[in-house]
């Protein structure tokens, strides 16, 4: 199982943009399809982002469609998730993960995630 670590999060006032980076040791991180998951104080983790593959299906949350940009570079083995005009609500523990092929259920464990904190 590939081991996995976020990076990147901070504190930006709405509107702004930041750039999360999720890299994987290990050689399976090609043939995993992978994702982006948060987690707001309070409230269940959700999926944001899924990525294939190859990076030719990709699946978004309503709620960051449009502002947010997942994508891998499998040469690097890393992830990325582009993040901009964020918003308040967008506050939250911001972790990445392997999912499932098919309806994106996460499969590995959870490491410490990277927080993302909007001011408005």
């Known amino acids: ?4 670590v976020e990076s ?5 006032q709405a509107g702004g943009s930041l ?10 991180f090609t043939s995993n399809y992978m994702g982006w998951f948060r987690q707001a104080p309070g ?6 982002a899924g990525i294939n593959c190859s990076g ?12 947010f940009t997942i994508s891998r570079d499998n040469a690097k083995g890393t992830m990325y998730l582009q993040m901009n005009s ?3 609500e967008d506050t939250a523990i911001y972790y990445c993960n392997t999912i499932r092929n098919g ?4 499969l590995g464990s959870w490491g410490q995630g ?3 904190t909007v001011s408005s």
């Not at 199982?1 to 996995?4: D, F, S």
Request: charged share 25%.
């Open 103 to 106: 309806d994106w259920i996460p």
């Open 56 to 67: 030719s299906s990709i699946y978004y949350v309503d709620s960051v469609k449009g502002r």
């Open 43 to 48: 409230k269940e983790r959700e999926l944001v």
């Open 114 to 116: 990277t927080q993302v």
């Open 86 to 88: 964020l918003k308040p």
């Open 8 to 12: 990147g999060g901070g504190l930006v």
């Open 1 to 4: 199982q590939a081991q996995l």
């Open 19 to 28: 750039r999360l980076s999720c890299a994987a040791s290990g050689r399976t």
